[in-house]
């Protein structure tokens, strides 16, 4: 039975979906700008081998919004954990969440397990882009900046009534392009839209995707992964993104720089682990749940 329910995590309510189930409990984190719903493929992949909740973290979806640093989104875990009576699970995430899964790993010793579904800051010092020349790669990141820029300035945005029909249908549209579940992409469109006053926006806001952009931009996975406690698995990567293929010399130089701090990483620390997916780029959740829910329980019940 999944049961949808709101936590409350003493700053804010926390939306959940439990998918139930009496195996090993494993939180299922979805990245920035995402909710719960775009991880329900992956959950129900999951599912026959764990116990899966998956949650909507502060700012996204249908919790509350707050003050965004890494020890209250942690906080938040740590508050659905103890609600829901989760005996020392297991952490995933993709993209966002996965830097949250990690940085969990390094608090909670007693974790059997966290995994980085492509969990990486994105670039934005010239010394993550090995390879590519100093000169190209400072103009490739001012010009990405200006990218994230824009998308930052549209969030929080109030969107008129007479464009959501069109918005919806351009959705549709991309779960099929994307050979995702067409329902499960709309559902995770539409638990976005903010409703208020009779006005309709976007989460997260203009203020809180600020606050991630400055969060991840200042983190070193490096030595995180040299030092976790937990058993650790990073899933990276190897190829772009349509609309990171304009900057394809910039991406393949931070994959570089990627594989290179991973591995470092598991040099250093015998309990850190990495692999580099074969054919999957930075949306491996929606290209290839099966591949990644096989491998996410095969490394924790070995663990």
């Not at 719903?37 to 909740?53: E, G, I, S, W």
């Not at 030092?227 to 910039?250: G, H, I, K, M, N």
């Amino acid at each position: 039975m999944i049961n949808d329910r709101l936590v409350d995590a003493g700053t804010l309510p926390v939306a959940v979906r439990d998918f139930g189930g009496d195996q090993p409990p494993l939180l299922l984190l979805h990245g920035a700008g995402g909710n719960l719903a775009m991880m329900t493929t992956l959950a129900r992949a999951l599912r026959p081998r764990h116990r899966v909740v998956t949650m909507d973290l502060r700012g996204h979806g249908r919790s509350g919004d707050g003050p965004w640093t890494w020890d209250d989104a942690l906080g938040d875990i740590a508050a659905v954990a103890v609600h829901l009576e989760l005996d020392r699970p297991a952490v995933v995430g993709h993209s966002l969440g996965g830097m949250l899964a990690v940085l969990w790993g390094q608090r909670h010793p007693e974790s059997p397990g966290v995994v980085s579904l492509d969990g990486n800051p994105p670039p934005s010092r010239v010394e993550q882009l090995p390879g590519l020349d100093p000169e190209k790669a400072a103009a490739e990141l001012a010009r990405l900046h200006t990218v994230f820029d824009g998308m930052q300035e549209r969030m929080g945005q109030v969107i008129p009534a007479t464009e959501l029909p069109d918005l919806v249908e351009r959705q549709r549209m991309a779960a099929r392009d994307m050979g995702a579940n067409e329902k499960v992409w709309i559902e995770g469109f539409r638990r976005n839209l903010a409703h208020r006053d009779g006005e309709t926006s976007l989460r997260p806001s203009a203020e809180t995707s600020a606050s991630l952009r400055t969060l991840m931009s200042e983190l070193d996975l490096g030595p995180v992964y040299a030092s976790t406690p937990a058993p650790t698995l990073a899933v990276l990567a190897t190829r772009d993104l349509p609309e990171q293929e304009p900057f394809a010399d910039l991406y393949a130089a931070h994959r570089r720089y990627l594989v290179d701090q991973a591995s470092t990483g598991a040099k250093l620390n015998p309990r850190m682990r990495y692999l580099q997916l074969e054919d999957a780029s930075h949306a491996m959740v929606i290209e290839q749940p099966e591949l990644l829910a096989s491998l996410i329980g095969d490394f924790l019940q070995t663990r």
